[in-house]
């Protein structure tokens, strides 16, 4: 009976140890799944928040002098006068439309020039004698359309 008795014993036994291994293994997996989720997930959360460099201090200057560059280029070749011409053209008109044309002194230093299209806007900075020999200063204003002078007037 021992060899009967202790025959069941030994199969209780080897059930509770592949049991047990069966247990341990599944704890295994169990685990080894959980850690390579957690592995997947960070490897996720890193390759989301790597982000390019930030551009240096002189990378953003030569982005910003190639956009200016890029501006001026645009506005020059939509316009058909340049700012040295209607410099000119208006300064000669202004003097022609005031009483006395050798007391007329422009600022070069106090000028715009917008464009827009094939439309141009030229203002100077004048000191001029006016009708009762009195200096006054005023802007001069010049408008360009397809490069020909349209209009010129003295603004306060």
Do not use: Y
């Amino acid at each position: 009976m021992d060899d009967e008795a202790g025959a069941p014993a030994a199969e209780g036994d080897q059930t509770k140890a592949i049991f047990g291994q069966s247990l341990l293994g599944c704890l295994i997996i169990i685990v080894a799944i959980g850690l390579l989720s957690l592995l997947v997930a960070g490897c996720q959360k890193l390759i989301g928040t790597l982000e390019p460099d930030p551009p240096t201090a002189e990378e953003r200057a030569v982005a910003q002098a190639e956009a200016v560059l890029a501006k001026e280029k645009a506005a020059a070749s939509s316009s058909s006068i340049s700012k040295v011409d209607a410099f000119m053209r208006c300064s000669e008109a202004f003097k022609a439309a005031v009483a006395d044309p050798r007391s007329v002194a422009f600022d070069p230093l106090d000028t715009t020039f917008t464009t827009d299209g094939n439309r141009a806007r030229f203002t100077v900075g004048v000191t001029a004698k006016n009708r009762l020999g009195l200096e006054v200063n005023r802007t001069a204003a010049c408008v360009f359309e397809d490069g020909q002078l349209t209009s010129v007037e003295a603004l306060p």
